[in-house]
Nanobody, 124 residues
Framework: VQLQASGGGLVQAGGSLRLSCAVS????????MGWFRQAPGKEREFVAV????????YYAESVKGRFTISRDTAKNTLYLQMNALKPEDTAVYYC??????????????????WGQGTEVTVSS
């Protein structure tokens, strides 16, 4: 599985960005696709996950109500719409793919394919 993230940039607090992740490879329909982020000096943390075949979504509490994860199966693209951005959202954002059980998908160790990351900077 190959993942290519894009869409990061510099935005003021309160603004919006949409991240994209182009997905290709085997068993895409069977996978769960997640977004993680890593701020400087911090561990990589879970942001959101979606079942590629549809239906289930899950968000970290810190982004619930502000971020929306979605996917376009015709374009094989994963998205993360980020609204009401805060300076604490500043991080490198990564897309990732997993075949793991739904209950385990906040754990970055359950993802075995990762994109290269796209940097998001939110200024105050």
């Amino acid at each position: 599985v190959q993942l290519q993230a894009s869409g990061g940039g510099l935005v003021q607090a309160g603004g919006s960005l949409r991240l994209s992740c182009a997905v290709s490879g085997e068993r895409i329909r069977d996978r769960k696709m997640g977004w993680f982020r890593q701020a400087p000096g911090k561990e990589r943390e879970f942001v959101a996950v979606i079942r590629w075949s549809g239906g289930q979504l899950y968000y970290a509490e810190s982004v619930k109500g502000r971020f929306t994860i979605s996917r376009d199966t015709a374009k094989n693209t994963l998205y993360l719409q980020m609204n009401a951005l805060k300076p604490e959202d500043t991080a490198v954002y990564y897309c990732a793919a997993s075949l793991g059980a739904w209950s385990t998908l906040r754990d970055r160790n359950m993802y075995n394919y990762w994109g290269q990351g796209t940097e998001v900077t939110v200024s105050s």
